[in-house]
């Protein structure tokens, strides 16, 4: 077996491979450096037995450790079919992004909780991983992988380091420690936000778990200040991603368990942030348990969501708007609305953030209705790319433009997404229905026009009214060319909804059998295909899409630049 990629494909469509991963990695994709012989000296002392072990909170996929017991390896619409237990890099990878995920391990608790006999083939595969890539590889040993891998083997701790002859526990440990040392050694070059909170995260397990307590006074200062750094006053994750909020807190409750195991003190600012942060995931949590998919968030399992809710030991508080984090909710009796008014963050936090202001998404109890593309790590990068667009999201486009501007990032040259401007948002609540109005004025600079968006929900939570408008703001000059520009209102639908056009009407059946009534004082309404992403892997779909063309000069007034439509409630079926 070779240690290197291998062409999984013809030399045309490899090379093609390649050209995609350069251009959506940045620099994340770049081959790592090895050491030199100076810098990679290991310590004289060996690698100890744990002291304690971690406790992983996320439960473990069924669905997915039965496909790997029998062979299967998928990464998002990707697969292997293996033989024999072999382990996925026996065989050339279908391309870099499913090398790279595979080699990240995400699937390991997964395969060690399915049985015995799952446990002996996930320790045998760590063995095979060990024996040919446990001394260096230029492309798995890159910091994003090494330290999910790194994680994902802590987290297993219990089983891959209490499993198998003494020889085989001593390599494992011997290779978790090569790697920690190499990131320990490189980190320092290393400007991207996911792998520093995995970096901190590792730090301080391991100094605990090996009883350093010089390192672990280091680590956990430097964690405190990667928390000041990524987490909003509110509680939300700089990033503005409620998957990525949900796994910081996994992560901290997995070290606060570590420290009470070894009988250490939870520092005063973890209990904060965790008090805070918890309250925030149960905002995002919607009435099926899974999280809003905004930004770069999936429906993450609801098992994982209640499992982590539970071990904060927090009372779930409710409130309708993060002021921080930027969004607004709508809650009447079964429907529920989410509302995006918050702008991109700072880069590097932005580089996968998405382009979606003012978008929104709308359940009925348990059934999802409108959302947007949504987002999976496991989708490959194109897929990832295409869903951070505007059009990807439930708001309107302009002459088929961004709502912002992407820009490269100096340090990942990674995309990521300025703005918009002067987005703001207020709320009205009325006795019997709550208002939402927002605006930003990301075509101001181009077009010259602001985008407002106002909602209300019935009292009954049996109508969901909006009205999108595009204004000339007084103050500025007219438009001389007067030539009216195109837009497009989307609405992106859940893969659960089937949806039939009927005249001037779209009928909506969802996965709680209630049928709702789409329409809109427009001409130009459609329904069209799509995509979704926020269960792993690319799902056809359907948005509804009312298209026209805007006065460069209205007021917002004219039926070309007022929008008005309704989601209505229509029975249900049995």
Partial sequence: MTAQIRKAEPEQNAS?????????????????????????????????????YLKALIPPDPLRSDAIIEDRWRIGHERLQLSNGAPPWSVPPPSHHFADRVHRFDWLKD???????????????????????????????????????????????????????????????????????????????CTDPEVLWRAGCINLAYA???????????????????????LLADGGHISRSPQTLLLCLADMLVLQDLLKQV????????????????????????HDGALAVFNNGSETRMEGVDAVLKASGQTPRNFMFTIKSGFHKLRKEKLTLMLDCGTAPP??????????????????????????SGFSPEANLEWQAASRRTIAHSTLSLSGRDAVTFKTCETSQLLYPAGPVDLV?????????????????????????????????????????????????????????????????????????????????????CENNAIWRFTSSHDGLQLENAYYLGRGVPEKSKQILITGRADPNSDGTDPSNQIQWTFERNGSVS
């Fill in 208 to 230: 605990l778990v090996q009883e350093d307590q010089p390192s672990l006074k280091s680590a956990l200062k430097a964690f405190e200040a990667l928390t000041d750094d990524q």
């Fill in 111 to 189: 395969m060690i909780a399915h049985s015995d006999a799952g446990l002996n083939r996930a320790c045998a595969i760590v063995d095979d991983w060990t024996e040919h890539f446990g001394q260096f590889h230029a492309f798995f040993w890159r910091l994003d992988p090494l330290t999910s891998r790194v994680w994902n083997w802590l987290l297993a701790g219990r089983h891959l380091f209490q499993t198998g002859t003494d020889a085989a526990r001593q390599s494992r440990l011997d290779a978790l420690h090569q790697q920690i040392l190499y990131m320990q050694k490189t980190l320092h070059i």
């Fill in 16 to 52: 093609k491979d390649a050209a995609r991963w350069k251009r959506f990695s940045g620099t994340l994709g770049q081959p790592a450096k090895p050491l030199s012989t100076e810098e990679s000296a290991r310590a004289e002392a060996d690698v100890k037995p744990f002291a304690a």
């Fill in 425 to 509: 948002a207020k709320r009205m609540e009325e006795e019997s229905k709550v208002w939402l109005e927002a605006q930003h004025s990301g075509f101001k600079e181009k077009y010259g026009l602001i985008h407002k968006r106002r909602l209300s929900v019935s009292a009954s939570g049996t109508c969901l009214n909006g009205e999108d408008s595009l204004v000339r703001p007084v103050a500025s000059e007219l438009d001389e060319d007067g030539k009216f520009i195109g837009f497009t209102l989307r609405f992106h639908l859940h893969p659960t909804v089937s949806a039939i056009k009927d005249n001037d009407k779209i009928y909506l059946r």
């Fill in 347 to 372: 880069a590097p936090y932005a580089t996968k953030a998405h382009a979606g202001p003012l978008g929104f998404e709308f359940t009925d109890g348990t059934a999802r209705i409108v959302t947007s």
């Fill in 263 to 286: 009988n250490i003190e939870c520092p005063e600012f973890m209990q904060k942030w965790i008090m805070r942060m918890a309250a925030m995931v149960n905002f995002f949590k919607l």
